[in-house]
C-alpha cells in the first residue's frame, strides 16, 4: 500500500472518531468539486450553435427518468435525458411444504412496453441447497417445456434461436444461490412468463422448523485485476450470450464476475408500489400439531384446516429487498427425534434420512476457549448492516468467561486486529473491545482472503510459554458479499487445523451459500440476523453451542450397500439434526441404522429400524422431491471435490450423467426452451435489456465496488480526475485570443 492509500484508508477510518469531520467532507468532496470545475471550464470554452432541421435536433419521443413508473425499467435513448419504457417484471413463489420437504414453484414474467424487440435478462437468487428440476415458457396460451443441456449446448441452442428470431429462454446457475434466466425476441407489446420448479431441505435447528426464499442480491466485491473482454479471448462466438451483463468486468481472480454482478434500482420503493413485485403463497402439512407459524420479516396471513396451513402476503405483494422466512415450531413433545421420507423412482429408492441426537449431559463448568471475532466493515456492510454487526459482537463480548482468551480483526480494503495476540477476557481487555467495536465504520472493498488467513491461523510472535487452550473457536461475522467464494473455500480447508469457524450473516439478503459452505468447511455452524431485534436471542443460542460439546466421529452403518450424501459427515451442535441422503437402489428400505458417535467424551449410540414406509416410531410418508434431493446433494459432494484438488474435467465428467438423468440445473447443465415458431422479420434482432434487482432492505447505496489494484479505485478515480482537469485548464489557457471581425450583419 502506498502513502496516499494510507493516509486515505485513517481518514476514512477515524472520521468518526477524531472528530476530523470536516477533513474528511473536504476529501471526500474534492473530486466532486474539481469534477465540477472542470464542466464548468468546458462550458466556458464550448461555443454554442442552433441545430439546423435534419441535424439531430428534433426531440425524440419518450419518458424523463422522473416520468419512472414503479417497476418500470427505462432504456436510454440518443437524446441525453430521454428515455423508453422496456420490461416490466414481477414474480410469484409457491411453497407445498410437507415434512422435511418443500417443492416450489417461481414463476417470473416478463412484458416488453416498448416498440421494439428485446431480450430480457434477470439474474436471481435461490436457496443454496435447491435441486431445480422443471423449467417452462409461456406465451399467451402456448406452452414451452425446458430441457436440460450441458452448457455449452444449451447456449449454443439458445444463441441459434436468437439470431433466428425464435422466442426462447435459457436458465443458468452462476453459483448454486444464483441463477440468469434469459428470455429471447420479445415482441415489443408481448408477455411471456417462465416457470421453475425446484425441491429444498426444510431446515431444522434448535426445535424449529424453517425455509428462507431469498429474493434479492448484495451486491459482490470483485477482487483481482480486469480480464480481456470477452471478444478478446479464445471463445467460440455462438457460445458467448450477452457478455457483461451486470455492472463489473471479470477479474483474475472472478472470471464471471459480469454475471454475478447484478444490476440494482438505483433508489428504494418504501413509499411507493414495489418495483420488484413479489406474490408469495404456500401451504404448510407438517403431520403433527403446530404452536406457532410466522413470518418474521412479512405480514402474513394465516388460515388452517384439518391441521393444514394456508399463507399468504397480508398486502398481497411485497417488494423484492429481503429475504423470505417462515418459520414454524411443534407444539411440546411432538418433533421427531428421527424420520425416513423416501421415493421411488424409476426403479430405485431414495431416502432422505433426519436424526436429532440428544442433548449432551454435561458435568462441570465448560472449558475455556480461544474465540476470535473476524468482522466485516465494507462498503456492502453500509446501513442497518453495520450496526446489526456492532451489537452481534459486542453481545458475543458479554458472553466471554473468566478464563477466555480473544482477540477482534477488522477488514474492508484491509485488514487490522486489535490486540497483536488474543488476550485475557479481562473486564479491561473487554471494555477497550467495546469501545472498538462502537466505532466501527463500514467502508471500502471486501478482501476478505487476508483477515481469514490471520484468523485462521496463529500469530508467528505467540508466546509458546501461554498455555494453548484446547478450543479454538473463529467467529466470522459477514454480508458474504464476495465473488470468490471458491478461493476462500480452499483457503479454509487448508488452513483449518484444529480451530472452528462459525458463520455469522448479517443484512436482508447474505449470500448464504457461501456463509452457508464457510460454516461447514470449517466445521462449524451458519446463523443468520436478519434484523436488529434478532441480536440477543441469534447470538445466546450461538454461544449456547460453543460452550456445549458436539458429536464428534459421526458414524452411519446401513443394512445393505447404499450410496449415501454426504460422504464425510460433519461434527453436531446443540440443536442441530443430522441429515443423510441414499440411494438404496432396487430394493426398498429394510433393517436397521446404527448410528455412533462421541458427545462430551462419552460414546452415544442409537439404532433406527427401518420400514418401506418410513423409520419407526415417527415413520412418515413417501415424498416426491427425494431423489431430486438426493442428486443435488451428490452433485454438490462431487464439486466439493474441487476444493481438495481434483481437476474440473474429472467433476464435470462424473456431475453431468446425473445433473441429466434428474434433469437437475448444475454448473455444467442448463435448462433451455426453444420455440420453433420465428417471432421477429427476417434481418431483426432483439437487444438485450438487464432487469435490474432491488436493493437489500436497510443497505447503504454501494454506488462502486473496486476490484484490489496496487491502488485503491477512488485514489484512481481522484487522481484520474485531478489530471483531467489540469490538462483541461492548460488547454484553456493556450487557447490564441480571437479578435471579434466586425461583419455586415454586425
Not at 476457549?369 to 463480548?397: K, N, P, Y
Not at 416426491?624 to 481434483?646: F, H, M, N, P, T
Request: proline fraction near 8%; include cysteine; glycine fraction near 8%.
Amino acid at each position: 500500500m502506498n502513502q496516499y492509500d494510507r493516509i486515505y484508508c485513517q481518514l476514512t477510518r477515524d472520521a468518526g472518531r477524531l472528530g476530523g469531520l470536516p477533513l474528511w467532507l473536504v476529501f471526500r468532496a474534492l473530486p466532486a468539486l474539481v469534477l465540477g470545475a472542470m464542466l464548468l471550464l468546458l462550458l466556458w470554452v464550448t461555443p454554442v450553435r442552433a441545430m439546423a432541421p435534419g441535424e439531430g435536433g428534433e426531440p425524440i419521443p419518450g419518458a424523463r427518468l422522473e416520468d419512472l413508473a414503479s417497476g418500470q425499467m427505462l432504456l436510454a435513448t440518443q437524446q441525453p435525458g430521454r428515455y423508453t419504457p422496456a420490461i416490466l417484471q414481477a414474480s410469484k413463489v409457491h411453497f407445498d411444504i410437507s415434512g422435511m420437504i418443500a417443492t416450489v414453484v417461481l414463476e417470473q414474467s416478463f412484458r416488453n412496453d416498448s416498440d421494439r424487440a428485446l431480450e430480457g435478462v434477470y439474474a436471481f437468487p435461490l436457496p443454496d441447497n435447491a435441486a431445480v428440476r422443471y423449467m417452462e415458457m409461456r406465451i399467451g396460451e402456448r406452452r414451452i417445456v425446458g430441457k436440460v443441456r450441458e452448457r455449452a449446448e444449451a447456449r449454443k441452442i439458445y444463441a441459434e434461436a436468437k439470431t433466428a428470431g425464435k422466442k426462447a429462454s435459457l436458465v443458468e446457475q452462476q453459483r448454486p444461490n444464483l441463477f440468469t434466466n434469459r428470455v429471447a425476441s420479445i415482441g415489443a407489446g408481448e408477455s411471456i412468463t417462465v416457470q421453475l420448479e425446484y425441491v429444498q431441505e426444510v431446515t431444522f435447528a434448535n426445535g424449529e422448523f424453517s425455509l428462507r426464499f431469498p429474493t434479492t442480491i448484495t451486491p459482490r466485491y470483485m477482487p483481482g485485476l480486469p480480464l480481456a473482454p470477452v471478444g478478446d479471448r479464445e471463445e467460440p462466438a455462438a457460445l458467448v450470450v450477452n457478455p457483461y451483463l451486470g455492472w463489473a468486468r471479470p477479474t483474475d481472480q472472478v472470471p464471471d464476475a459480469d454475471a454475478v454482478s447484478a444490476l440494482q434500482f438505483p433508489e428504494e420503493g418504501d413509499e411507493r408500489a414495489p418495483l420488484n413485485p413479489l406474490e408469495v403463497t404456500a401451504r404448510l402439512d407438517m403431520g403433527m400439531p403446530l404452536a406457532r407459524v410466522e413470518a418474521p420479516y412479512h405480514d402474513i396471513a394465516l388460515a388452517r384446516r384439518a391441521g393444514v396451513y394456508s399463507i399468504c402476503l397480508a398486502n398481497g405483494v411485497t417488494e423484492m429487498d429481503r429475504d423470505f422466512v417462515l418459520t414454524w415450531q411443534p407444539v411440546s413433545g411432538a418433533t421427531p427425534s428421527a424420520a425416513l421420507f423416501t421415493q421411488e423412482v424409476e426403479g430405485e429408492y431414495y431416502g432422505l434420512l433426519m436424526v436429532l441426537p440428544p442433548a449432551p449431559e454435561r458435568a462441570g463448568p465448560p472449558p475455556a476457549r480461544e474465540l476470535i471475532f473476524v468482522v466485516d466493515t465494507s462498503g456492502s456492510m453500509g446501513g442497518v448492516a453495520i450496526e446489526q454487526a456492532r451489537r452481534s459482537v459486542s453481545r458475543a463480548l458479554q458472553e466471554l468467561r473468566p478464563g477466555d482468551r480473544f482477540n477482534i480483526i477488522e477488514f474492508n480494503s484491509v485488514h487490522r486486529a486489535l490486540y497483536r495476540q488474543p488476550v485475557p477476557a479481562t473486564d479491561h481487555y473487554v471494555q477497550r473491545a467495546q469501545e472498538f467495536v462502537r466505532l466501527l465504520q463500514a467502508t471500502g472493498g471486501t478482501e476478505m482472503l487476508p483477515a481469514l488467513r490471520a484468523a485462521l491461523e496463529p500469530g508467528q510472535d505467540a508466546d509458546e510459554l501461554v498455555e494453548q487452550l484446547p478450543l479454538r473457536q473463529v467467529i466470522f461475522i459477514t454480508d458474504g458479499a464476495v465473488g470468490n467464494e471458491v478461493a476462500l473455500f480452499e483457503e479454509i480447508s487448508a488452513r483449518l487445523g484444529n480451530s472452528r469457524l462459525f458463520t455469522v450473516g448479517i443484512g436482508s439478503a447474505p449470500n448464504s451459500w457461501f456463509m452457508r459452505e464457510a460454516a461447514r468447511f470449517g466445521r462449524g455452524s451458519y446463523t443468520h440476523i436478519g434484523a436488529l431485534e434478532e441480536v440477543g436471542d441469534k447470538m445466546a443460542a450461538l454461544f449456547g453451542q460453543l460452550s456445549q460439546p458436539a458429536v464428534l466421529d459421526l458414524e452411519v452403518a446401513w443394512p445393505a450397500p447404499v450410496e449415501a450424501w454426504p460422504e464425510r459427515l460433519p461434527d453436531l451442535y446443540l440443536g442441530q439434526p443430522l441429515l443423510v441422503a441414499v440411494n438404496f437402489g432396487a430394493q426398498p428400505p429394510q433393517g436397521e441404522v446404527l448410528l455412533s458417535g462421541d458427545i462430551g467424551g462419552q460414546p452415544w449410540r442409537q439404532a433406527i429400524q427401518l420400514s418401506a414406509t418410513g423409520a419407526d416410531p415417527q415413520a412418515g410418508p413417501r415424498h416426491e422431491g427425494v431423489a431430486s434431493l438426493w442428486a443435488r446433494r451428490k452433485i454438490g459432494g462431487l464439486l466439493d471435490q474441487k476444493i481438495y484438488g481434483r481437476s474440473d474435467a474429472a467433476v464435470r465428467a462424473d456431475v453431468v450423467p446425473i445433473a441429466l438423468r434428474h434433469q437437475l440445473l448444475s454448473p455444467y447443465t442448463s435448462f433451455v426452451a426453444v420455440e420453433e415458431v420465428v417471432s421477429l422479420p427476417p434481418g431483426e434482432r432483439a437487444a438485450s435489456v438487464p432487469v435490474p434487482n432491488t436493493r437489500p432492505l436497510g443497505q447503504a447505496p454501494q454506488t462502486f465496488a473496486y476490484p484490489r489494484t496496487a491502488t485503491t479505485g477512488p485514489a484512481r478515480l481522484w487522481f484520474g480526475m485531478l489530471l483531467l482537469f489540469a490538462a483541461t485548464l492548460l488547454r484553456v489557457m493556450r487557447q490564441p485570443e480571437v479578435d471579434h471581425v466586425p461583419t455586415a450583419a454586425d
